[in-house]
């Protein structure tokens, strides 16, 4: 599966309201780090089936940072039943948030 873009609008229903653990990726087009990690949550996208990558654009999507108290980007969120689990704040090796996934009880 590939990533999902997600919306402010889109948000609840996408993330809030999914089944199973989603990973938000809070990003900009601008961001070097951002671009630096997207290849690995594409991969990831398609190698783990438990888990739901989701990317926002902070730009064209403020309120939802806003809201979840965002302030540097990669930002990357595990929502489990509506509910933020897990926080990561800046680019990782695919390998490390692989791990990060597992801690937070997320299977391959």
Same mark, same amino acid.
């Given at each position: 599966?590939?990533?999902?873009?997600?919306?402010?609008?889109?948000?609840?229903?996408?993330?809030?309201?999914?089944?199973?653990?989603?990973?938000? *990726?809070?990003?900009?087009?601008?961001?070097?780090?951002?671009?630096?990690?997207?290849?690995?949550?594409?991969?990831?996208? *398609?190698?783990?089936? @438990?888990?739901?990558?989701?990317?926002?654009?902070?730009?064209?999507?403020?309120?939802?940072?806003?809201?979840? @108290?965002?302030?540097?980007?990669?930002?990357?969120?595990?929502?489990? *039943? @509506?509910?933020?689990?897990?926080?990561?704040?800046?680019?990782?090796?695919?390998?490390?948030?692989?791990?990060?996934?597992?801690?937070?009880?997320?299977?391959?």
């Amino acid at each position: 599966m590939s990533t999902v873009k997600v919306t402010d609008e889109s948000f609840e229903k996408d993330v809030l309201q999914a089944t199973g653990p989603v990973l938000v *990726d809070f990003w900009a087009e601008w961001c070097g780090p951002c671009k630096q990690i997207a290849p690995a949550l594409e991969q990831i996208s *398609d190698e783990l089936k @438990g888990v739901t990558i989701a990317k926002l654009n902070i730009e064209d999507s403020p309120t939802t940072p806003s809201r979840y @108290g965002v302030r540097g980007i990669p930002t990357m969120m595990l929502f489990k *039943d @509506g509910q933020m689990a897990s926080m990561k704040v800046g680019a990782m090796p695919k390998q490390k948030i692989l791990e990060w996934l597992s801690e937070a009880g997320v299977a391959a």
